[in-house]
């Protein structure tokens, strides 16, 4: 019996996702928005199995996202190699807008970024016998432009001109150009990323046009489908060595009546049957367990597997050299609180399954009034909860807190008398239980429904982050936070049923 994968194979918030492949090495790069460092990097050999291998963007002199709104920052992402040298482009949205970066290895180090002057999102990049061309998505739904580009320069080498309105969904976006056997296609994403998000092609004998729609089209949707993966589309196309075509494509994995997700949108995988001379067509729906890849032979050269921990926005000065080293690290108390548009001092990680444990021993040093540190579960400023241990003029207390838009809400208290405290947030697939370690084993303070941290809620289009949190709660403090024994345990949770 043939082996078979569960999507996502890339879970927790990992959206957008772009591949290509050099030799047996396969390449994906994902939307970031505001986190920092930015533009995640993985490796792969069988399309199934990913490991983070880097950042594209990982120098404040790159970017500035400092004071980056929730959800802008770094849209979807095109990655391509051209005769050794990799380029990414992609938008920071509110900020620098169009820009590409080059790099001779995918892990980087990578270039600072060269900016393209076009008016949109989603750029993507063809290579294409001695041409290189530009598509991108209009602003104001207008459809996919499309240019010839020097992707050193970033310079136009046409004027841009509109090659396709696609066929009549709301914002068309993410396109993609891909030219094979005598045929130029373009597939894009139609409906927007919610639940009538689907994915397009149409080809022409000329990049420019005039393209003709697929009989087929969509391609893939789950839209009005009672399908454990929804909003799926931004799909992207990769041939493996046996001739065999593969997209990887966005999806959720909403839970409950009306369906809610938290965990953001994720990057699956699935086979596609494209004939030369054909149209690219995928089984719809989706079956949940498919057929794996065929895996890359010989033995991948090793790979250093990076850290997963990010800040929200780039780190000031105060925050740039922390990181988490083994099972430890260390935060300084900072005035600002995750109420706030700035990078506080909230060490994150993404949730990537719905069952999961994030747990740490926190001490105050030295424990000034008002310092606070312990763990957060994040969706934007306006939509967390946390469990921080909390140096007030009374004493010390575990406090457990919940923001839902204007409302602020002291959930529990425990006093305690130490400054260190052993707490853990226990996600569940409709839940996060807040415990702290005591004499007796596990108490429970609070539980927060996972509803009151989703993207339906919480609006935006990111996901869920478990992180270390510190903070001076506004104060001037020459505090700290040390956490010892940092663990993240996911639980693996394919496509779970609505």
Not at 8 to 21: H, K, N
Not at 370 to 388: F, P
């Amino acid at each position: 019996m043939s082996a078979t994968f569960v999507n996502p194979v890339l879970p927790g918030f990992q959206p957008d996702p772009s591949i290509c492949r050099v030799g047996d090495d396969y390449y994906l790069a994902t939307s970031s928005f505001e986190l920092f460092p930015s533009l995640p990097i993985h490796h792969s050999r069988d399309l199934v199995n990913w490991r983070l291998i880097g950042h594209a963007l990982d120098r404040p002199t790159q970017i500035d996202l400092s004071h980056t709104p929730s959800s802008k920052g770094i849209f979807a992402p095109t990655l391509r190699n051209h005769r050794g040298r990799f380029y990414l482009i992609c938008t920071d949205v509110g900020g620098v807008e169009n820009f590409i970066l080059h790099a001779t290895d995918p892990a980087g180090p990578w270039s600072d970024p060269v900016l393209v002057p076009i008016d949109g999102i989603d750029p993507s990049l063809c290579f294409d016998d001695g041409f290189v061309f530009l598509t991108w998505s209009a602003l104001g739904q207008l459809g996919i432009m499309g240019a010839q580009i020097d992707p050193d320069t970033g310079r136009l080498l046409t004027a841009p001109a509109l090659w396709w309105r696609g066929t009549g969904g709301q914002y068309p976006e993410g396109p993609h150009l891909y030219h094979r056997g005598g045929w130029y296609y373009l597939l894009i994403s139609e409906g927007g990323t919610e639940a009538g998000h689907m994915i397009t092609v149409a080809r022409s004998r000329q990049p420019e046009g005039p393209y003709e729609s697929a009989p087929c089209n969509p391609v893939l949707t789950h839209r009005s489908l009672s399908h454990p993966l929804q909003s799926t589309g931004h799909g992207d196309l990769v041939q493996v060595r046996d001739g065999s075509w593969w997209m990887v494509f966005l999806a959720t994995r909403p839970l409950g009546y009306h369906p809610m997700h938290n965990l953001g949108r994720e990057t699956c995988l699935a086979p596609v049957d494209w004939p030369e001379g054909g149209w690219p067509t995928l089984v719809t729906p989706l079956p949940l367990n498919l057929p794996c890849p065929p895996a890359a032979s010989g033995t991948a050269a090793p790979r250093a597997a990076m850290s997963p921990w990010v800040f929200r926005r780039t780190p000031p000065p105060s925050l740039a050299s922390v990181s988490v080293n083994g099972e430890g690290s260390r935060l300084p108390c900072l005035p600002l609180t995750l109420d706030d548009v700035a990078c506080c001092a909230l060490l994150a990680r993404r949730q990537t399954a719905f069952e999961a444990m994030f747990s740490a021993e926190v001490t105050l040093e030295p424990g000034e009034q008002g310092d606070a540190a312990g763990l957060a579960v994040v969706m934007n400023e306006q939509h967390y909860a946390t469990m921080l241990l909390t140096c007030e003029a009374d004493g010390l207390f575990i406090v457990v807190r919940q923001r839902v838009g204007e409302l602020r809400v002291e959930l529990a208290r425990h006093r305690v008398e130490r400054e260190l405290a052993t707490l853990r947030v226990r996600a569940e697939a409709g839940s996060y239980h807040f415990e702290f370690a005591g004499r007796e084993g596990w108490g429970e303070l609070a539980v927060v429904s996972t509803r009151h941290l989703s993207t339906e809620l919480a609006g935006g289009f990111t996901g869920v982050l478990l992180g270390l949190h510190a903070t001076s709660q506004g104060r001037t403090s020459r505090g700290a936070a040390s956490f010892q024994r940092i663990d993240y345990s996911p639980v693996v949770s394919p496509a779970a049923p609505i």
